[in-house]
């Protein structure tokens, strides 16, 4: 998987590095690839109306409450450990023990994270990855990127989902099926996400001229947000 993933990167950088724009706007915001990125984005939006929403909204409605959170809860309880890593390595002792102590917790007395047994017992949760821990070590976001199927993801965001890959340990372990569990938890995680974000996509979507210039400011103010914040994001906006 990480050769795969490494391969993608340097294929991407080929394909980009003749399609750079010239255009004084697109430069001025850190956006040399606005024409392709512009496709792209496009194409993935196109997508998300005739797939990703549509499922994310018969998810929404057709599994009840308890099950979608238990979902959820145990997709942050399996990505626990890189959370961890990157705890760590921002010497965050305080956050690494709270991770440390929810994931022994939910994955015991929670039923494998299906329940979030530390948020009972007052342990917050908090979202963190490589790409933040680049962030606060000084790493500028680099050229702003759009990938199919991806969304936004500039080249620091893009080595360190790389990075996290590594960081996960199911990512050296096999077993029977164990592709048929990566193509599971892939999808279960986009659309766990997908239908948090309904009505906030929705809404800038209608309420913006352009979409993607949008969309574009909204995900570096999230991202900003994650990285000031030690992965805490305050403002009410959306995961792209």
């Not at 950088?13 to 496709?39: F, I, M, V």
């Not at 797939?51 to 626990?80: C, M, Q």
Request: with cysteine; aromatic share 8%; net charge negative.
């Amino acid at each position: 998987m990480t050769l795969f993933y490494s391969l993608s990167v340097l294929c991407i950088a080929a394909l980009l590095a003749g399609c750079a724009t010239k255009d004084p706007e697109a430069l001025a915001q850190n956006d040399p690839w606005e024409p392709t990125n512009r496709a792209v984005f496009d194409f993935d939006v196109k997508l998300d109306h005739l797939v990703a929403t549509p499922i994310a909204k018969f998810y929404r409605s057709a599994v009840p409450n308890p099950v979608r959170e238990g979902v959820h809860n145990a997709l942050d309880n399996l990505r626990a450990p890189v959370v961890l890593v990157n705890d760590v390595l921002q010497g965050d002792c305080d956050k690494a023990g709270e991770t440390l102590g929810r994931f022994v917790v939910n994955s015991t007395l929670g039923v494998a994270g299906f329940i979030d047994v530390g948020a009972k017992v007052g342990i917050p949760g908090h979202e963190n990855d490589f790409g933040i821990t680049l962030g606060m070590a000084g790493t500028q976001e680099g050229s702003y990127l759009v990938l199919p199927l991806v969304g936004p993801k500039p080249p620091r965001d893009l080595v360190g989902m790389g990075v996290d890959i590594t960081f996960d340990p199911l990512t050296y372990m096999t077993w029977n099926n164990s592709t048929l569990y990566v193509i599971i938890r892939t999808g279960l995680t986009a659309l766990d996400e997908r239908t948090a974000n309904i009505e906030s996509v929705e809404t800038i979507e209608r309420s913006s001229i352009d979409f993607y210039a949008s969309t574009r400011s909204l995900y570096r103010q999230y991202r900003n947000g994650e990285i000031h914040n030690g992965g805490t994001v305050d403002q009410d906006l959306p995961n792209f």
